[in-house]
Structure formats: C-alpha cells, structure tokens
C-alpha cells in the first residue's frame, strides 16, 4: 500500500473523500482504497473519520450496480482499457458495467469484514448482506457464466 508510507496514503484519502467527481467507478476504487490502507494500518481513527463518507459512496455505488444489471447505469469512464470502453471513449459498454458491479460487489463486502471487525453490527450486515444479495443476483441471472467470462469465477 503506496510501499509503506501510510501517512501519505490516509492524507490523499482524506483529501479526496469530499471532491466532486461525476467518475462512479473512482469512488469504489477510492473506497478500496480506504480498505487498503485499514488492512495496512488498522487505524480505527482513520476508519472513524472516513466511515461515513465510505458509507455514502456504497450506498450510491449499490443504486448504480443495479441500474448496470441492465446496462443502465451512467458512467462516465471505466478504465483505459479497449474491453472497458477506452476510458471516456465509450464507458457505458456491457463489460464495463459488469467491472462496475464487480467493484461494488468487492467494496461492500471488504467493507462489511471491516465493520464487523470494529463491532459495528449494523453496518456490517447492511455491507455484507448487500454483497451477498449482489452475488444471488447476479448467479440468478440466466447466462451470466458466459457473458462474465474469465472473471465469474471471482
């Protein structure tokens, strides 16, 4: 994580939790982030002061997981990479939508592990179970094997 140097890591999140940005797939990245840096450190300061911010990014990441189940969901860059859309090029592609919920998916779960480490049964559960309800979701839809590829056995 940012080859040990924590402090700067916990300042560039701390920094960038409140900036405005209309990329969806940057703030599950930043949330992984956060979890990156709690694996490395276990700062439960750190946690405490993010916790809601993490919290607000999920809530708005899980709404647009479910809108990419059809596509639908609006984002407005997913990587540099020609399967995911060339970056701004074409972000709205079905494998982009798929990395989307795949991002989610991780995020909430790491996030719900974390919360139940820290006790806080609430959150936990609500990250968790949201994870798992993504998980049943997608493994009810029909063909998802397929059209996930490499990557449905994630």
């Not at 647009?64 to 639908?72: C, G, I, P, V």
Request: hydrophobic letters at 45%.
């Amino acid at each position: 994580v940012a080859f040990g140097n924590y402090d700067v890591l916990h300042a560039s999140n701390n920094y960038t939790k409140s900036i405005a940005n209309p990329i969806e797939p940057y703030w599950v990245m930043w949330v992984l982030s956060c979890l990156d840096y709690w694996d490395a450190t276990a700062d439960r300061t750190a946690m405490a002061l993010l916790q809601p911010w993490i919290c607000r990014r999920l809530d708005r990441a899980r709404v647009l997981a479910e809108q990419a189940r059809t596509n639908a969901a609006a984002l407005y860059w997913s990587r540099d990479d020609d399967r995911l859309g060339f970056g701004f090029e074409f972000p709205d592609n079905a494998e982009a939508q798929r990395a989307f919920r795949a991002l989610t998916i991780e995020a909430c779960a790491r996030f719900g592990a974390v919360m139940a480490s820290l006790g806080n049964v609430t959150a936990a559960g609500l990250y968790s179970g949201a994870a798992k309800e993504m998980v049943a979701t997608l493994h009810a839809e029909k063909g998802w094997e397929e059209e996930w590829g490499m990557h449905a056995t994630a």
